[in-house]
């Protein structure tokens, strides 16, 4: 096996070599490069444009805000640089033979008044056309839309088609049938395991910090590893580099502070946010009184010298954040949790078209659940991740590209959980879990009709444990451009999973997803994807996506629910399979931008021999945005989402329980009986379908030097009645969020 993968590799990197044309024309060509900023903040702006009109084609910058076209011949060139929201920069560039044209720059922010909203569908002069399944969008997107408690980028994902939420309350969502542990979060690349505050109602990334954020629903190439389902990258800021700037900002529910500037050779950024109030929580979790408190923490610090390291760029970043639910009650379960992340990145572009980045980078998880006299039975988590990566990127003839990547991690989870017979045990295996994968793609995007990218992941996982286990996963996807307006996209990757969840197919509110490393016992979790969809795009205003789907997943972890004897294993191999199409219509106009999307869907999980449809399989859902630019810095925006019932499972009948509760000091027959409910077939019946409206206006001005932004949203506007569950021990009705307006303030300095 090891003598045909050199082989293989050997044979591919030969082919690469003897097609590029720089062996033969080196001295005829030359290579453009750049970074695009903001002019007043320096900030770069991710996904501009590059039109380089002699050639009638061009490029765009990635998620840092840099370009580059290799292989021109030598001559003239005039370029335009565009970016909605700006305005648009024509500039002058020679190419010589076998230099480097190297140029910085900035684009001016069009005035409040003259800014249009901002466009799904904007064309992207040499786009990735075999990207398959990715969405890219600024967070400035996020502000214009209706806001629940806090302006938040995972709320946002959810109008996006091939994710669902099963609820109001939670920001969790699910990818084309995947649980929610199977979405990937990083931050500047960084793994956070539980980005969530407030039981789930919101992120704990503050979207002031983010510049631009990158989903991958599925078929993703061989550079993202570690989930099943999907990768969220979200790319932070790096601060004003011209001049101090601060910002203070206050919800109904919480208030944050935003500092930024030039440092040395660099720049800062801080942001910090609080919890003050618990009364619109309370709505949201249609409790009397839910006493969480909350916080998060974010600093980074660049630095850049042409002086002393020309060309490269170093980041340092710290996040922080941590949730408390501390009851003054010795019948309620207290219970708290925290991320805390740190990360060192070194982003190196060369002489010659190639540039690479070396990461270092720490990240933990800390989450216990305290029952008191509640009954309940105590959880405590901790995760440990120690990863180092380095990536390496060289492009040819153009377009073409070779990717090339090593990570080392180790990773340590502790979960403690009480048994049937109430003893505390370690769930996973013991000591920590050390890792090391490969990856190697090649993009080929040379010619004007057809494209591929084909690459593999080789994983030697379980090193610290005594061995290894190898597994390869191969990822390829194509593309076939049919004309400047239709092109056919398809897409097959093998994925990873070895850490994962443990929850409650019945629980209704998570306090947070417990993590443990696959015992030895059970192989990692192991997905196949199958995607093929089409793009047809008039011009700038109207673009149609359609894309369909299969998942299949193998050695699905679950709990063992037929353990008895104290030998069985506490967890269970399973497997699920879903499958369905993604549908995404885009309007653009100056003053307004209409998006709506449609999926439809299966999903069905084989666990304990049993079959059955998980909570999160919603057969059908329907989403529409509608953004608008009324007048002078006025923006609203109006959404309507539609979800067909979820399933759940019905109550059969009730029996009485003899009750033993250890908290009390006598025990009396009389009394101890409980009315327990008997649970029918696993999800067998749905509940009734779920839609809402959500309305937002907000206003920027100006007084003197100061920024002011107001936002005043509805949520559910028409006050429909969504259930959320049935009470199994009362038979009530529990809703979702009725009839509810808030509001938020921002001044900026």
Request: with cysteine.
């Amino acid at each position: 096996m090891k003598l045909k993968l050199l082989t293989a590799v050997k044979i591919l990197c030969v082919g690469i070599f003897l097609s590029s044309p720089n062996i033969y024309n080196a001295q005829q060509t030359g290579n453009f490069r750049g970074i695009i900023t903001d002019s007043l903040s320096s900030e770069v702006l991710a996904y501009a444009n590059i039109f380089i009109k002699e050639l009638g084609s061009g490029t765009s910058t990635d998620s840092r805000g840099y370009f580059l076209i290799s292989s021109l011949p030598v001559s003239n060139y005039t370029a335009e640089i565009s970016y909605i929201g700006y305005q648009t920069k024509t500039i002058h560039f020679v190419i010589a033979s076998n230099k480097i044209t190297h140029v910085n720059i900035s684009l001016v922010p069009l005035e409040v008044e003259l800014q249009t909203v901002e466009k799904s569908s904007e064309r992207i002069y040499g786009e990735n056309v075999t990207d398959i399944g990715i969405q890219k969008f600024s967070t400035k997107k996020i502000e214009s839309l209706p806001k629940g408690v806090e302006p938040d980028i995972f709320r946002a994902l959810q109008y996006l088609p091939g994710i669902q939420s099963s609820s109001d309350i939670s920001a969790r969502f699910h990818v084309r049938g995947g649980a929610s542990n199977q979405n990937q979060f990083l931050l500047d690349d960084i793994a956070i395991y539980n980005p969530f505050h407030a039981l789930g109602l919101f992120g704990t990334i503050d979207p002031e910090v983010v510049n631009n954020v990158e989903l991958h629903i599925g078929g993703y190439s061989a550079e993202h590893e570690g989930r099943l389902s999907s990768v969220i990258k979200m790319f932070t800021k790096d601060g004003n580099k011209n001049e101090y700037h601060g910002l203070v900002s206050s919800s109904l529910m919480s208030g944050k502070a935003l500092v930024q500037g030039p440092v040395w050779d660099g720049s800062f950024i801080v942001s910090g946010r609080k919890s003050f109030s618990n009364k619109i929580l309370n709505t949201f979790l249609n409790e009397n009184d839910m006493p969480i408190d909350f916080y998060d923490l974010f600093v980074k610090l660049n630095y850049t010298s042409e002086k002393f390291f020309p060309n490269a760029k170093f980041s340092v970043i710290g996040f922080s954040s941590g949730d408390n639910i501390i009851n003054n009650n010795s019948r309620i379960a207290d219970v708290k949790w925290s991320n805390n992340a740190l990360g060192f990145t070194w982003f190196q572009f060369t002489e010659i078209p190639l540039f690479y980045t070396i990461q270092i980078s720490y990240s933990e998880f800390n989450g216990e659940l305290t029952p008191n006299k509640s009954g309940i039975k105590p959880v405590k988590n901790n995760v440990k991740d120690y990863t180092g990566k380095f990536d390496l990127s060289y492009v040819f003839s153009n377009k073409d590209e070779i990717v090339f990547g090593t990570k080392i991690n180790e990773i340590q989870t502790n979960l403690y959980l009480q048994n049937s017979i109430g003893e505390i045990k370690n769930i996973g295996p013991d000591g920590a879990n050390a890792n090391i994968s490969l990856y190697l793609k090649y993009k080929m995007l040379r010619f004007d009709h057809f494209n591929f990218d084909i690459g593999s992941r080789l994983n030697l996982i379980g090193l610290s444990r005594g061995g290894s286990n190898k597994f390869f996963e191969p990822r390829l996807s194509f593309s076939y451009i049919f004309s400047d307006y239709f092109s056919f996209k398809s897409a097959f990757g093998v994925y990873l999973q070895e850490i994962t969840t443990l929850s409650d197919e019945d629980e209704v509110i998570t306090y947070f997803e417990p993590w443990f490393i696959t015992p030895n016992y059970l192989s990692p979790a192991r997905s196949t994807h199958y995607i093929s969809g089409f793009q047809w795009k008039n011009g700038q205003n109207i673009s149609i996506d359609v894309e369909g789907y299969y998942k299949s997943v193998t050695n699905l972890p679950g709990l063992n629910e037929k353990k008895i004897y104290i030998t069985d294993n506490e967890l269970v191999s399973g497997s699920s399979k879903s499958y369905g199409v993604d549908f995404l219509f885009g309007f653009d106009h100056s003053i307004f931008n209409f998006t709506t999307s449609f999926s439809h869907g299966y999903v069905t999980t084989y666990l304990n021999d049993l079959e059955y449809s998980p909570r999160y399989d919603i057969r059908n859902s329907l989403k529409t945005i509608l953004d608008f630019n009324v007048y002078k810095g006025w923006n609203a925006s109006l959404t309507w989402v539609y979800y067909s019932g979820v399933p759940f499972t019905l109550v059969t009948s009730y029996y009485d329980k003899l009750h033993f509760d250890n908290n009390e000091d006598k025990f009396s027959l009389l009394g101890s009986q409980i009315v327990t409910p008997l649970l029918g077939e696993r999800n067998a019946a749905r509940l009734p379908e779920y839609h809402r409206m959500d309305f937002s206006i907000s206003k920027q001005f100006n007084i003197s030097d100061i920024n002011f932004y107001l936002s005043f949203s509805i949520i559910n506007v028409y006050d429909r009645a969504n259930i959320f569950y049935f009470n199994r021990d009362t038979g009530e009705r529990v809703n979702m969020l009725p009839f509810l307006p808030t509001a938020i303030i921002k001044v900026e300095l």
